[in-house]
């Protein structure tokens, strides 16, 4: 579990390094077939907007990425309850929206450009192309990580009759004072499972989030124009408070040490605000219809869209939909698809507030 952990950190670390690195890249080769967004060019009010942009922003997520640890001290909004399972509904809703609402798209956009060619980019849908190999590759991710850590507690010593485990019961009575019946080791096997399940899913879908909120962040603080960037600065709080909500809900059911907890909620409050201050230092060579920029923009959103849509999907909504104490209660289905539908409503909404 340990080499799993440390795999899955060094793996994050990198792929943030290397989004950072590649901005300096988008600065170069120019395209001039597309205007680019000097009208309107006030440096001075729009370095002002973008000082709010990274104050709201910095406030939004951390806002809601903390929000979830609160809850879980209000009764009715405990994992256990049936409130929980309708908050992970909409979170879920939020996730998918920003995935098939606002990264996909802009992923398409960006790799269909003119300032591309028509060869190879208009001839190959490489934005779904690229979206499919990243929800494969997370698939391929959790299922190794998964049936790495199955074997692993398949190796540990374990009760070979039911003598051994009547003794073990018989054990835990005397010392705990409290009669025990059953089996054990099975129950704490299956707790362990679902335990390192829900930290592969906190640590991937940051890294999907994560992906995004470079690119925002640098795409905002790069733009001259106040005009451009003062309603985003209201729909992209909402959008990573919303965004916040569903990471710090997956966070907060992997039970990380305190260490951990921290490193993911500063991870995420900071990438946008700093995507924000980097955009800016190079706004004056940055140029976002160079071939360069549109080419590394659609493939980082492109995997982003296929990380995101695979982990509502199958993590978030599969799991919980299909859960007993979904199936077994019909207001409680139509509570969470309703919240679902609310969560990714919210996020389009937002789209057409923030122009996407």
């Not at 009764?75 to 996730?95: C, N, Q, T, W, Y």
């Not at 201050?277 to 995997?303: D, E, F, K, M, W």
């Not at 939909?321 to 996020?347: E, I, K, R, V, Y």
């Amino acid at each position: 579990m340990i080499k799993h952990q440390s795999w899955s950190w060094k793996f994050l670390t990198i792929s943030s390094c290397l989004i950072f690195l590649m901005a300096p890249v988008m600065v170069s080769s120019k395209c001039t077939g597309i205007a680019q967004d000097n009208h309107d060019q006030n440096t001075s009010e729009a370095f002002k907007y973008k000082l709010v942009a990274i104050c709201s922003l910095l406030f939004a997520s951390a806002l809601g990425v903390c929000l979830p640890f609160f809850a879980r001290n209000v009764s009715f909004l405990h994992p256990d309850r049936e409130a929980f399972f309708l908050v992970k509904a909409f979170a879920a809703g939020v996730i998918l929206g920003t995935g098939f609402i606002h990264i996909l798209p802009d992923a398409f956009e960006s790799l269909t450009s003119p300032c591309l060619g028509q060869t190879p980019w208009e001839k190959f849908p490489f934005a779904g192309f690229v979206a499919m190999l990243s929800a494969i590759g997370v698939l391929m991710m959790e299922s190794f990580a998964t049936g790495y850590h199955k074997r692993f507690e398949l190796r540990k010593p374990q009760p070979i009759s039911g003598d051994h485990e009547e003794e073990s019961d018989r054990d835990e009575e005397g010392a705990s004072g409290v009669h025990v019946r059953g089996p054990t080791f099975a129950l704490k096997r299956a707790n362990s499972s679902d335990l390192n399940r829900h930290r592969i899913v906190s640590q991937v879908l940051e890294l999907g989030i994560v992906v995004h909120s470079v690119i925002i962040g640098l795409s905002l603080g790069a733009s001259k124009s106040s005009k451009t960037i003062k309603p985003l600065v209201a729909a992209l709080s909402f959008h990573q408070f919303f965004e916040g909500i569903g990471l710090g809900g997956c966070i907060s059911q992997a039970k990380f040490k305190l260490r951990a907890k921290a490193i993911m909620i500063l991870f995420f409050s900071l990438t946008t605000p700093t995507g924000i201050a980097v955009g800016t230092c190079i706004s004056r060579s940055y140029n976002a219809t160079s071939p360069v920029a549109l080419i590394v923009q659609g493939i980082l959103n492109s995997a982003s869209a296929g990380i995101l849509i695979y982990m509502a999907l199958v993590d978030l909504l599969a799991t919980d939909f299909m859960n007993s104490n979904m199936l077994c209660s019909f207001w409680l289905q139509l509570g969470a698809h309703l919240a679902l539908l609310l969560g990714a409503f919210t996020m389009s909404l937002l789209a057409i507030w923030g122009g996407n």
